[in-house]
């Protein structure tokens, strides 16, 4: 297989625990915008949170990611299908899918490629979405010790792409005919260790402990403590999606 930014294999177990799922509406939404919901396909899948939610509406999906170590964690789902694969070579036989997802991945593709991949196989007609979350928000005690971490201790290790995911997809190149979309936001209860583990999947981090040979998360992890001091205290944790959908 062709290289590709990998910024995760090396911690998939722990991308498939604690990366937080999509809104099932978000993906009821793309669904009812479809005609036929006999296939849809995922891109970029990652642990498969999109694609078992879409099984809930489709038929079948395929989906497809280009790490094995990915794809191996995935969630298992009797009409979800996964297959190793980039985002412009799918397998699939032209215009045989109702809808294409892409969450929290399109800025890692080669879109020119990808989007020729999307026309090949989509049918007429058919629905292409692409989402992001960005920024994480808990509250104000919280945010001002997350944002320190996140744009000053680890900021410079953030992969160039990132600035896709702030601009939240409003820079990308989306070559269909834009739909209207909803305000969405991904909402979760989370403890603090299970935030610690959500933090610890960020590819910055992952780039920050290859070049420094320390983890980040355990200073931070002090940090937060602070003030977040009950470690087992559950706190809403948020994040706003972005979202992009359009019809071939």
Not at 22 to 47: F, I, K, Q
Request: hydrophobic share 45%.
């Amino acid at each position: 297989m062709t290289s590709f930014a990998d910024h995760f294999s090396d911690h998939a177990g722990a991308y498939a625990e604690y990366r937080p799922s999509y809104p099932p509406g978000l993906v009821a939404y793309l669904a009812s915008l479809c005609e036929r919901h006999a296939l849809a396909w995922d891109v970029g899948t990652g642990s498969g949170q999109a694609a078992v939610l879409l099984a809930e509406h489709f038929g079948r999906v395929l989906a497809t990611d280009a790490s094995a170590e990915q794809v191996g964690h995935a969630q298992r789902h009797p009409r979800v299908e996964y297959r190793l694969a980039l985002a412009q070579d799918s397998g699939l036989p032209p215009q045989s899918v109702d809808l294409v997802t892409v969450a929290q991945a399109l800025h890692w593709f080669d879109l020119p490629r990808f989007y020729a991949e999307v026309r090949r196989v989509a049918r007429p007609g058919g629905v292409v979405a692409g989402w992001c979350y960005g920024k994480v928000r808990i509250d104000p005690e919280v945010d001002p010790v997350v944002e320190r971490f996140y744009a000053g201790r680890v900021g410079r290790y953030w992969p160039p792409e990132r600035r896709h995911v702030e601009a939240g997809y409003r820079d990308l190149d989306f070559p269909f005919e834009e739909l209207p979309t909803e305000a969405w936001a991904l909402e979760v209860q989370l403890t603090r260790g299970e935030f610690l583990g959500y933090v610890a999947t960020w590819s910055a981090v992952a780039a920050a402990r290859k070049v420094g040979g320390v983890d980040p998360t355990v200073a931070f992890g002090l940090e937060l403590a602070a003030v977040w001091p009950e470690i087992n205290q559950r706190r809403q944790v948020s994040w706003p999606i972005a979202l992009r959908a359009g019809r071939l």
